[in-house]
């Protein structure tokens, strides 16, 4: 045996576990998935093939899918450029501020440690449309009470509260890691060049930071079209069968991908929602990865 | 054009620099609350008798303050607090151990060993961080269906005790800081990759494994679709599903729902004060998301 050979058995032992679970765990579930997609599948009977059949029900027959679809991109169209706003505007106070920062670090971290189920039942409670501490403010301001949770026009915007009040403190905290590493030379040598604070901060700080923001972008994207427990926990009723929030307003594509598969059984349907989900994220992905060059800034790469 | 600074005197400097930081300052405290006051709302319906909870105006301190609600909570049937919490444990014990250990093998073979495929692989490593869930989810529900271990931990844990991609990836990384000259003197001593990657690197980057320990912790803590999709039979429930079916049973008790709430979410926040400089690194080197 070759020491090439003897280096490359040692380094593969290393690596097997890894191995492994990217064929159990990874490639196989997802081609399985684009195969169950073209099948009726209940899991006690073996998976009957029907072709495309469930992507023609899912686009031409399934109302449901379409009310998921408008409203999984409605919370993240929303949700995650505030949420990305949010964080930088409170990164860049804290970078701004001389003292205090670890309180206030502190406060806009914490939510984003609390469970997921404790989140929304604690939200539900402020939100409640009687007498939650939310409507107490409005109306303490003047403002008239709303629905939250129990109304069409705000059951996603509740959702989106939500979205910022546990989304914001990870991604400020990689913003403000960013921010300290701004050079201090760049900004005097942009003072010496005439430029204001705010110049600074747009023409200097920003570009610096489009490789961090457009990191947290991606993840944050990802993860908001497959947002689950929040809107899982707020819908759920002892009966089950019940619309997701008033006129399955708040039915978010994985709670109906949830309900097909694991309540209805049909893993099939389940299967076809998954693959058309998966294929959304890769193009977004890539329009993404390529937007990347007009915008994202690298180190060393001389600027457009 | 320095000279619009030196013709200002240095008080006027001084107090609009003063001005400046109390209007960050001012902003930063309101917005702080507004992250604060729900921890506060949910600390304060858990002492609430149950008349004193949907209120106008909100009443911020009861009269008085009811803290059997805890004990009325944690000895409910309904949420069998300590089962909970032991399997809540055991799911987060077990889970990080296995992470820990094989991701920091695998990373160990990317960050010091030199084989055929490795680039390749370590691109596919990569690639996996952005692969979204949702579409391993149902085939993987099947494999462990047909083995037979839906009901139990066994799909919950497994997985993790065979890497996971950003683990991998934040370890090697850290490996790759550590100076070659200290494992290539073991090497020359006759140590093998096990014993180097034990003795050597496992010390070296202790703070990095301790972040993804962390981390994962949490996670399997938070976890919520995991067990709702593998668990089926309440003694086996972990704390978030725990809660939820506790207040699927008691809707409208909110003093009691609150006040289990709080009691899984605390140790979060304890182990949050005493490790805090690890969080802050953690989530900073990584912008990993939970």
């Not at chain 1, 023609?56 to 993240?76: E, G, I, P, R, S």
Request: charged content about 10%; aromatic content about 16%; proline content about 6%.
């Amino acid at each position: 045996m070759s020491r090439k050979t003897r280096d490359n058995l040692r380094a593969y032992l290393f690596v097997s576990p890894w191995l492994i679970s990217l064929l159990v765990f990874t490639a196989y579930p997802m081609l399985a998935s684009f195969y169950f997609s073209m099948t009726r599948y209940t899991i006690v009977r073996p998976p009957v093939w029907i072709g495309l059949e469930n992507f023609q029900v899912m686009f031409t027959k399934d109302d449901l899918f379409w009310v998921a679809v408008w409203n999984t991109l409605y919370y993240t169209v929303v949700s995650v450029p505030l949420q990305m706003l949010v964080a930088l505007f409170l990164a860049t106070l804290l970078n701004l501020s001389t003292r205090g920062i670890g309180f206030y670090r502190t406060a806009f971290y914490l939510p984003a440690l609390v469970p997921a189920v404790v989140t929304t039942l604690l939200w539900m409670l402020i939100l409640d449309p009687r007498a939650g501490l939310a409507n107490a403010a409005l109306e303490a301001v003047g403002l008239p009470k709303l629905g939250w949770m129990h109304s069409v026009a705000w059951s996603k915007p509740s959702l989106i509260i939500i979205a910022l009040w546990t989304g914001v403190g990870q991604p400020m905290l990689i913003f403000l890691a960013g921010l300290k590493n701004v050079p201090q030379s760049l900004l005097e040598a942009a003072i010496i060049d005439g430029a204001n604070a705010w110049q600074r901060y747009w023409r200097v700080i920003i570009p610096l930071l489009t490789p961090t923001i457009f990191f947290n972008l991606l993840i944050t994207l990802i993860a908001s079209f497959q947002v689950f427990t929040t809107a899982f926990v707020a819908t759920a009723s002892a009966s089950g069968a019940s619309p997701a929030g008033p006129l399955n307003s708040m039915l978010v594509y994985m709670v109906h991908l949830y309900r097909q598969g694991f309540r209805y059984s049909a893993m099939g349907y389940a299967s076809a929602m998954a693959v058309v989900l998966f294929l959304v994220l890769v193009v977004l992905t890539l329009i993404l990865v390529r937007s990347s060059r007009e915008w994202v800034h690298y180190e060393g790469a001389s600027p457009r | 054009m320095t000279g619009v600074y030196q013709g200002e005197s240095a008080n006027a400097m001084k107090v609009q620099k003063l001005l400046v930081q109390g209007g960050i300052h001012g902003l930063l405290f309101f917005i702080s609350l507004l992250f604060l006051i729900p921890l506060w709302w949910l600390f304060i319906t858990s002492i609430k008798p149950l008349d004193q909870i949907l209120t106008l105006p909100p009443i911020w301190w009861p009269q008085p303050p009811q803290w059997e609600n805890y004990v009325a909570a944690l000895t409910s049937p309904a949420f069998p607090f300590w089962r909970l919490m032991g399997n809540t444990l055991f799911y987060c014990v077990t889970s990080t151990i296995g992470t820990v250990v094989s991701s920091a093998v695998v990373a160990y073979a990317f960050a010091r060993m030199r084989f055929t495929g490795r680039d390749l692989l370590f691109g596919i490593t990569l690639a996996t961080l952005l692969l979204p869930g949702v579409v391993t989810l149902i085939p993987t529900y099947v494999l462990f269906q047909r083995m037979g271990l839906v009901g139990t931990y066994a799909p919950l844990i497994i997985p993790y005790f065979f890497g996971s991609a950003f683990n991998i990836f934040l370890l090697r990384q850290f490996m790759l800081t550590i100076p070659v000259e200290l494992s290539d003197a073991a090497y020359v001593d006759g140590a093998g990759d096990f014993l180097i990657l034990w003795r050597i690197m496992v010390p070296l980057v202790k703070p990095a494994l301790i972040v993804v320990a962390i981390f994962n912790f949490i996670y399997a803590w938070n976890d919520f679709l995991g067990p709702l999709l593998y668990l089926d039979d309440s003694s086996r429930y972990p704390l978030s599903i725990g809660l939820y079916a506790f207040r699927t049973r008691f809707a409208l008790q909110w003093n009691l729902i609150t006040a289990a709430a709080l009691a899984i979410t605390i140790p979060l926040i304890a182990a949050f004060f005493v490790l805090q400089r690890y969080f802050i690194e953690g989530v900073t080197l990584t912008g990993l998301k939970g």
